[in-house]
């Protein structure tokens, strides 16, 4: 009998614990003809906003060594148009849909755009991106400015206000561009997130030497890619030994030796970036590495290596 790869996060059954990361698989619909997009174990919709946004200014991508900086700045049609044009296609898909909410100005449009999303069954669960580097931002009244996951208070105040609208799977997406992320998990943890995504993209930036200029409008954007993993691993290890929900993994996870190395780390589930953009199979063909790992390792069950790591 093969492995079971089922995973439990929250109230979130998966058939198995890889994801698709909200930003790189669009809406999904470039990649219908490319695989079979009911054997992910949840696809995490492009983030979305209260109204629309028409994102930052052109060039917003470049390739760097082991990586690429991005700064879309959360293009997207706001949540009623997403609702009604796009989660019926995400919806009749057959894996579970995560929906990815996030805010440049008010904090309190976390909580309506959850209160919105708690109404719709489409949904299974909700991802707080509130860790985007690549918007402007304020945090509100008396709260300084910065991303929200950078401040453990401003966390726990908005994971707080959101819970009191959902009984859905609530997931915060934390930012790696802070000194203690233990810290953040704890304060998500404390006010009632059901899990927690790590990490998001580094700031980072490039130049064209030739032309004396960034090569992104905004100057600094997100680095995602292999660069970025043995710091996004050593961060999933930290906060694997202080919390008690489960930890959702990304950082440049390329294959399924990479995406092992976040399970004994300490994840629960691993979502899948940047490698999209290389190969538009990825998930699938690291799904049935981890199967074939634990096959031949005679290991009956994912969650047996979930933070294994032998020290």
Do not use: H
């Not at 619909?29 to 109204?51: P, Q």
């Not at 990586?67 to 044009?85: A, C, V, Y």
């Not at 009749?92 to 990815?100: E, H, R």
């Not at 402007?136 to 908005?158: E, H, M």
Request: net charge positive; hydrophobic share 40%; with cysteine.
């Amino acid at each position: 009998m093969s492995a079971n790869l089922k995973v439990r996060i929250g109230k979130l059954e998966l058939a198995n614990p890889v994801m698709v990361a909200s930003g790189t698989f669009g809406y999904a619909e470039e990649f219908t003809e490319l695989l079979d997009l009911r054997k992910i174990g949840a696809i995490v919709s492009k983030t979305i906003t209260l109204a629309g946004r028409e994102g930052n200014p052109m060039p917003r991508t470049c390739e760097t060594p082991c990586g690429m900086l991005n700064s879309i700045g959360l293009e997207n049609p706001g949540i009623e148009r997403f609702l009604e044009q796009k989660l019926s296609y995400l919806a009749s898909l057959g894996s579970p849909i995560i929906v990815s909410v996030a805010s440049e100005n008010d904090p309190g449009e976390f909580a309506a755009m959850v209160k919105r999303l708690e109404k719709d069954s489409r949904v299974m669960a909700i991802e707080l991106n509130i860790s985007c580097p690549n918007i402007k931002r304020a945090r509100g009244k008396g709260q300084g400015s910065g991303l929200i996951a950078q401040d453990p208070k401003a966390t726990y105040s908005l994971v707080k206000s959101c819970r009191r609208f959902t009984r859905k799977t609530l997931i915060t997406k934390l930012s790696p561009n802070v000194t203690c992320i233990s810290e953040i998990a704890l304060a998500a943890q404390a006010a009632g997130s059901d899990a927690v995504s790590l990490v998001n993209t580094f700031s980072g930036m490039s130049i064209d030497v030739q032309a004396k200029r960034p090569k992104i409008a905004c100057v600094v954007g997100g680095l995602s890619g292999p660069a970025i993993r043995p710091i996004a691993l050593r961060m999933v290890w930290e906060v694997f030994q202080k919390i008690r929900i489960p930890i959702i993994g990304m950082g440049g996870i390329m294959d399924v030796q990479s995406a092992l190395e976040f399970f004994l780390a300490g994840s629960s589930a691993i979502s899948v970036g940047t490698a999209n953009f290389v190969n538009p199979r990825v998930s699938l063909e690291i799904v049935r590495g981890i199967r074939d790992y634990l096959d031949k390792n005679k290991i009956k069950d994912i969650r047996s290596i979930v933070g294994a790591l032998k020290l």
